[in-house]
């Protein structure tokens, strides 16, 4: 898995807290754009502890990840707050076997042999059935959820904030939340403000709404 | 492919219409509702001769989809003004080899068989998997494209004459293609009138956004 | 105000909880379909409980509401998951003051009769500008916030509930206040199960995200 | 009327170019990023000219504008593809008359010298009802549609594409059409690619979808 932003709103904490700021305030726009940044900053923290989010829907993010199963893009594209840029299996022919192995598969030696096998066999009747002039975008039937694929994803900071609080979570599925997980260390480094909090229910929140006992980072949220 | 509508919005040319001519009306919505059928089906056709959808989001159509396949609900989902509802295969288990074959494929003895075995080979290897303890989030990673799903869409009227728009064209992959024509089949029954003109630009706007010359369709647009 | 449902998805618990069900069953739709009441509205129950909200999107209500402010509306239409034909001041012309007064001025004499004897100069001005040949679009630039109007608006049930969420709550301007327990009123009798345990979030959450401690609710809250 | 870009996606014809290359690529994201500009923005023209238009969704705009009238940001706010932070009437006093008058009362010294007269006396209520205590969010009931607002929208260009269509339009109301026209100048200096063939159906499409005849542009496009 390969996760890179590609593009952003310049200066992302920035533009929206003047937008939080000019909700409140008499002042034209130009006279907010010249208050200084630690009064921005800190009108900012206020209005997204008090939850009212949708200032920061002013700042864009844009990734390209690359090296993802189809199963990850299937669920991760169910996020409809979001653009969505993917390679297309329809167009392109992926001959050689490109494919991720779940790590409950890779850790077992005898399973990820077969695995690998079993990969090596479907491409190969893939390849086949391309000779045979059938269409890219029928041979694909047969390839796999773990064909590899590439994606360019743009969302709001207001949508990855919902992203990450389903995707972080420890019941989010191993590949989309490690993908998740990526996606929050890089934008925390360009707007530490909107993300100050950002993660999972537990850590946001402070309750698990799931309510599951089992999980290993519940018993941290009720010492808290 | 099994397509059912299994609720709407009741009388949706009615309330579409209704809709319409509250905007343009001093009327109260009680006098409005009173207005006779012919009026406000002339109304309603008028102002979607004119483009203006917005009216049509007022009703809303929910499928039962069943036997698609996963390289088909991938296309699906990404209409984002639309409400989905799908079987999981993180949660669900599929024991049976249960899969669409394209059409392509089908037609030739050879390649059918080979198409047929090699499904045969990745749900035993999928089901191996399972006994040995990977989870189905894991185990579905061997899944092909092909494998069957079902799945609950609701889309408002606005969406679906998109939604045929981009579908119902001959340059749509021939699944999907053939979702979009059976659910424009069922939703005109319902709603003759906001849907009398649905389906690829050919026919609702009189050319061919796309250009290829190549399509069997194409010249007939240019007799209209 | 005058608020009336004037469609819905017919039995919208049921259509949400087959949707629920769907998910993490191995069942076709008609097979999930002749499930008993009592089992699908417990399914719907659990899901809604663990906030799992997107089911609910499948059941839409579409509301006609009449005699409600411009400044209602203009807070209105700025929920975006929604359908809306609003009466058009560019269109429409309304020669009669007709207006909405605060109760805090209403219940005051004195600010009364000065707030009435304004909007009839206003609408004094607004006819003599249409007779001097200005059209509505322009002439309305005179009307006030107070000036009734007219709007349909389609709302899914996971969008209503955000709406009742921020519009119920105390710190909401009191009309949409009214507007929001009223549609909630409404939809609870049509879809029991759904909106449940709707409101603001110190009935739904349990808590206050405005952490404004003069609120009435408040105490009731700390006490739960 | 003051309308700037207050910030935007960075080179946004690139990201949008890269994100096209992308979904008909064997290549991954690096190696298209490293790809010269004329490459880059033949894929994107020819994207866009057959109507893609999903790829310029990954760049962004975000404008300040202030001094535009209460009508107008009713209007622009129902453009749901699109964030908002608007100066709240509700929080902010506005002490001062401060409004916009439409030109066709402007250019009547007898009915501008009127409006002016009435607006002072709507904003002398306005200002008593205030001292005697009533709040903010109910003294504005009084305010015209012309009283004068602050504004921070930022949209995707697809969206914005859709705004032009619409608002560029002669069928527009006159000061939604000057910010849409304003707005459209100010992104054609940053994206003009994307932007090319921007503005009203006529221009874009070659056709009036409003068939009015009296339209002064109409003429035009029936000589292309």
């Known amino acids: 898995m390969d996760v890179r932003i590609i593009s952003h709103t310049p200066d992302p904490d920035r533009v929206c807290a003047i937008a939080a700021a000019l909700t409140h305030s008499k002042k034209k726009p130009e006279e907010i754009e010249r208050l200084d940044d630690e009064t921005l900053m800190s009108i900012l923290s206020r209005v997204i502890d008090l939850g009212h989010l949708s200032v920061v829907e002013h700042a864009s993010f844009t990734f390209a990840i690359s090296g993802v199963s189809r199963a990850l893009t299937h669920q991760l594209v169910r996020h409809r707050i979001a653009s969505y840029s993917q390679q297309s299996q329809r ?35 893939y390849n086949r059935l391309l000779e045979k002039g059938i269409p890219e975008e029928d041979a694909r039937y047969v390839l796999p959820n773990a064909a590899k694929t590439n994606i360019i994803v743009t969302m709001n900071a207001r949508s990855l904030l919902n992203f990450f609080e389903l995707r972080c979570c ?13 996606m929050l260390g890089e934008v925390r480094k360009i707007a530490p403000i909107i993300f100050k909090k950002a993660g999972p229910p537990c850590k946001t929140k402070g309750f698990c709404p799931e309510k599951k006992e089992e999980c290993p980072w519940y018993p941290k949220r009720d010492r808290t």
Request: glycine share 2%.
């Open 170 to 182: 420890m019941h989010a599925q191993w590949e989309i939340r490690e993908l998740a997980w990526r």
């Open 91 to 125: 167009y392109v022919r992926i001959e050689d076997a490109r494919y991720v192995i779940p790590p409950s598969i890779e850790r077992n030696e005898g399973l990820r042999k077969d695995f690998e096998e079993l990969m090596e066999r479907i491409w190969r009747e």
